[in-house]
Every structure is written in structure tokens, then in C-alpha cells.
């Protein structure tokens, strides 16, 4: 029995994306590259999970009881619960000075915080997905390596937008966010931000 792209397991034959075969392989070899790893990644897969696990952020906060196991990822056991979350609302205050850059949004269900950077907590991104887990990497190190390198790849995408996003617009938002039972400042790692300028037209 062959499979394409696999590992074989002794139960049988699992299917693993090719770039954790490169990455297990380079683990191997002690040669594992995250910047490449990353960029290989992003603009397909990466993307295209993000997007097909986000749920409305109106759903979220109806409830988190039963999202867990159905929408949310968990980086281990007994972690919060990370998930991918879509909303938009009006841009009410923008930190630009400090390091931790932060824009505050009202929506229509509370107020979420969104990270602007360059400094940038948790590594959501790399734990909304359940597809990257920390046994296809050689170690903590480069599991932790490659959880900030999302983030980076995250921000460095939108800069154009997050410099010139102005309070009182509408921004349109997907990204990702560690849940627990306090909801109450929800900080949200962004993957895409567009704002609603004049005549509704996103820029």
C-alpha cells in the first residue's frame, strides 16, 4: 500500500503534508530551516486553513461550551482553546507608539483588541491550526520558531493597511485569538484587516 506524501506508521499509512515530510526529514538531518518551512507554507496552506476554520465572532460569544471540540484548536492538553474568528466593527483608538501596538475595535457583540506589533503576544496563529503540532518538529525550539515566524509573516502583510487605518473607520477583520471563559478583552492576532473607506469600497 503506498500513499503520496506519507509517513508510514506501524497501524498503517497516514497521510502528512509534504512540507512536515521536508520538515521531519530536515529534523533528521538537523538541518530544519523555519523561514522556509514558513514561506513555503503561507501562501496556500496556511491561508486556506485559516480561512476555511473561521467562524463569526457573533457565534463565539454566544457560547464557548460546545465550540471547543467542534471550531477551536488546542496547542496541548488543557491549553485554552485557540480559534480562528471573522467580525469587523469601527476602529475606536489606535496605539501606534508603544511596541505593543494596539487598535481597539467596537463590534456589534464588544470590543476586541487587535495586535498591531511590532511586539506580539502568544503565538495564535500556530495554534488555531491543528495541522501544525509540535511532534512533526525537531524540538521546542523550532515548534516556538516557527509559531513567531507566522505571526511576523501575519504583520508584515498588513503593514500597508495597519499604518494607515485612521480612528472612527470600519475594518473588516480575520484572525486569531486564545479563548477562555473571560471574554471581556478578547486580543486577536490578525491575518487579514480591510478597512471600508467612503461608498463602502475595502481598501
Known sequence: MACA????????????????????????RGEFDVS??????????????????????EKLRTGTSALGP???NRAGDGSPWTYVL??????????RDS??????????????TIQMGPVVSGTTIRDALPSIAFDHFPDQISFAEVGMALTDKALARLQPTLSSVDVGEHVTFLGTARVTDDQSSLLLTPVELAVQGNGGALR
Open 70 to 72: 467542534r471550531h477551536g
Open 5 to 28: 506524501g506519507v509517513l508510514l506508521l506501524v497501524a498503517g499509512c497516514k497521510v502528512v503534508p509534504t512540507e512536515e515530510v521536508a520538515a521531519i526529514h530536515a529534523r533528521d
Open 86 to 95: 471573522r467580525g469587523g466593527g469601527i476602529v475606536r483608538s489606535i496605539e
Open 36 to 57: 522556509s518551512f514558513v514561506t513555503d507554507m503561507w501562501p496556500g496552506r496556511v491561508e486556506r486553513e485559516l480561512r476555511a476554520r473561521a467562524i463569526p465572532l
Open 99 to 112: 511596541p505593543r501596538g494596539r487598535l481597539q475595535v467596537d463590534t456589534a457583540t464588544g470590543p476586541v
